[in-house]
């Protein structure tokens, strides 16, 4: 079976400072791993994804996540925060193409 | 169209009701699914289409909840007999057939049953 963790449901930062949301998995089988965005009142917006190949992954709005196989952990990193990052973000886990497991979300807050 | 569309964005329904949740993914995705959010919570998968063939209900969490894609296309989600345990944002996503793994989701219905 597989699931995701996040840890921490609430990350708070000032604007400009490192954003470092956490995400580990467990899967028996190489996963495909995701972080999704969601702000309020719409829908999962994908920020980036590792199938395969390089395992420092970029992705939209200066987000960029790396995919660390012993560690087990997919966490998700933006150098400087911007006011317009506050949002829930999801880590998700699929291997099948059709069962992607959701992980229950980190609220990022971001303080000027 | 450009997105994944769902209508209606809001139901409020007594218990009891029935209701019918609709998704119109993009154009020419052959890959539908049906997620159900509650409140403080990441989205938990309901049932998954591959053009009209209903592939995968093992999400679905009683047989009051039935969901059909006749046509390939637009999806309806039918609840029965409406419960407040079923008050939920309820997802749509799809995919395309050369990128599978790649998920887009619709805006969501937000289900309140009171």
């Known amino acids: 079976a597989q699931s995701v963790t996040q840890l921490g449901s609430h990350v708070s930062v000032s604007e400009g400072a490192l954003v470092l949301l956490r995400c580990n998995y467990s899967?028996?089988?190489?996963?495909?791993l995701f972080w999704y965005v969601q702000y309020p009142n719409q829908g999962l917006q994908l920020l980036l994804k590792y199938t395969t190949g390089a395992t420092l992954v970029k992705g939209i709005n200066g987000f960029e996540a790396e995919f660390k196989k012993s560690e087990t952990s997919f966490h998700l990193t933006k150098p400087s925060a911007h006011m317009s990052d506050a949002a829930e973000y999801f880590c998700a886990v699929s291997y099948n193409n059709n069962d992607m497991r959701f992980g229950a979300g980190t609220r990022l807050t971001v303080k000027p | 169209g450009a997105g994944v569309s769902q209508s209606p964005r809001y139901k409020v329904a007594k218990r009891g009701q029935d209701v019918a949740l609709r998704c119109d993914p993009i154009?020419?995705?052959?890959?539908l699914f049906w997620y159900q959010q509650a409140l403080g919570q990441g989205p938990e998968f309901l049932t998954y289409?591959?053009?009209?063939?209903?592939?995968?209900k093992s999400g679905l969490p009683s047989d009051r909840f039935f969901a059909e894609r006749p046509e390939g296309s637009v999806s309806t989600l039918k609840i029965q007999r409406t419960q407040q345990e079923d008050s939920a944002v309820y997802l749509c996503a799809s995919s395309s057939s050369w990128n599978r793994e790649t998920q887009y989701f619709g805006p969501g219905t937000r289900l309140l049953v009171l």
């Open positions: 154009s020419g995705h052959v890959s």
């Open positions: 899967s028996s089988v190489p996963p495909y």
């Open positions: 289409f591959q053009n009209e063939a209903q592939l995968d």
